[in-house]
């Protein structure tokens, strides 16, 4: 076996990419051009990374299938990091299942959990944990077991699980400090900071308080009546009423419960809801047919009261009533709260991320960038664009799990 190839691979696992690149920087084989790439994407320069290992991938003869899908497996995570979550990325199932057929269970199982951070990615939580449950965790590279955790992290944080978040937060920094890393241990210790960060704000009343995550995990796991602003849902115990979808209802549900046990009065609703700046018998038509639709939807878990001035709720079994809110409320929200993961994205990925057109996206960006909350860098297809991290956004929270794909 070629010393300098081998000696280069115990580096980049070492974590000492410098020393890599002194093996073999000047070698243009397929093996050395795979190593030099990888070597360059631990130092950071993604592009020049791609480039090498495609190099590499297109070097390798007909019968080196394992050494190209191991091409494929670290351009997919250069692609991950760079959330470029088409293209490449999208080819690891058939480059995993390449490895496994040869028996290198080590990088058939990291393409696994390249999978898994992508799902969770794009919000498909549960594809993201059944990929986690079918890995072969044994076979784990030692570096990719923190990185295992942090997925399962990121999934019990977008269910609301605190408990579980916090398992998995303890096991990944555990597996982090086993590598010996320090820039890994730094990046789950940054990542387990979201249990502690404020996740919601609770309007009940007339008082208003932040929460964190195991907070709000108690507070929808309790029999009041909570509408949720953070994902669209009114609550009430185990039942939910998504309503994302019927902003018109959703607003009237959420301004009803910020003055409950008052009630709201009509010319409020009508201002509030439908931008009205006088209300007029269109106006209180309208009122009428939307507040009917409301009690309607609501069913038995609340109703609506007409009272002299105007409407108020009524939550089933005297339960109490909660508005749970953003910590920090604006437009464009879902878009922030993925640009404060630290990352640079691409506009079709944050599509992706959020189920809606890239042209959607596009003009979210260009209003966040004119009020100075997002930045873009590069040109054409390399756009990327980034923010400032805002500590405590409620990441988990604004990003529900999209429904499964037809």
């Known amino acids: 076996m070629d010393s300098l190839i081998t ?34 994407a631990q130092l950071g320069d993604l592009a020049r990374a791609r ?28 692609a991950l990091v760079s959330r470029d979550l088409g293209g490449p990325i999208t080819v690891l199932a058939a480059a995993r299942a390449t490895l ?3 028996g290198d269970r080590a990088n058939a199982a990291h393409a696994g959990y390249l999978e898994a951070r992508r799902l969770l990615l794009i919000g498909r939580l549960d594809a993201a944990e059944a990929m986690l449950g079918a890995l072969d965790t044994d076979a784990l590279p030692v570096v990719s077991h923190s990185g295992y955790w942090l997925v399962a992290a990121g999934i019990a944080l977008r269910r609301i699980r605190a408990e579980a978040a916090r398992d998995a937060f303890a096991r990944a920094l555990a597996a982090a400090r086993a590598t010996g890393l320090p820039a890994l241990v ?3 210790t940054t990542a387990a900071e979201a249990l502690a960060a ?18 709000v995990e108690a507070l929808l796991g309790s029999p009041m009546l909570v509408v949720d602003a953070c994902r669209g849902v009114v609550r009430a115990g185990p039942a939910q009423l998504p309503l994302a979808g019927r902003p018109v209802i959703f607003a009237l549900a959420r301004a009803l419960a910020a003055a409950w046990p008052g009630d709201v009065a009509r ?23 939307e507040i009917g639709r409301l009690r309607k939807v609501l069913g038995g878990l609340a109703g609506v009261t007409a009272t002299k001035r105007g409407f108020m709720l009524e939550p089933a079994g005297g339960a109490g009533v909660a508005v749970l809110a953003p910590p920090a409320e604006g437009a464009h929200a879902d878009v922030l709260a993925l640009l404060a993961d630290g990352e640079a994205w691409s506009s079709s990925a944050l599509a992706l991320a959020l189920g809606v057109s890239p042209r959607t996206v596009q003009r979210a960006l260009e209003t966040l960038s004119e009020a100075g909350l997002a930045e873009r860098f590069g040109h054409g ?14 990441t988990s929270l604004l990003l529900p799990a999209l429904p499964k794909p037809g």
């Open 7 to 40: 000696g280069a691979a115990r580096a980049l696992a070492a974590g000492d990419p410098l020393a890599a690149l002194k093996r073999v920087a000047l070698r243009g084989d397929p093996p050395a051009l795979a190593l030099r790439g990888i070597a360059m």
């Open 51 to 78: 480039l090498l290992l495609r190099s590499a991938a297109r070097g390798f003869g007909p019968d080196e299938t394992m050494s190209r899908a191991r091409c494929v497996v670290a351009e997919a995570e250069i």
């Open 100 to 102: 496994a057929a040869h």
């Open 186 to 188: 730094a990046e789950v």
């Open 198 to 215: 404020p996740a919601a704000r609770l309007v009940s009343g007339s008082t208003e308080r932040l929460l964190d995550l195991a907070e």
């Open 267 to 289: 010319e409020a609703l009508i201002a509030g809801v439908f931008r009205g700046r006088e209300s007029d018998e269109s106006h209180r038509a309208r009122l009428r047919v």
């Open 381 to 394: 297809r390399a756009v990327r664009w980034t923010t400032q991290r805002v500590p405590g956004f409620p």
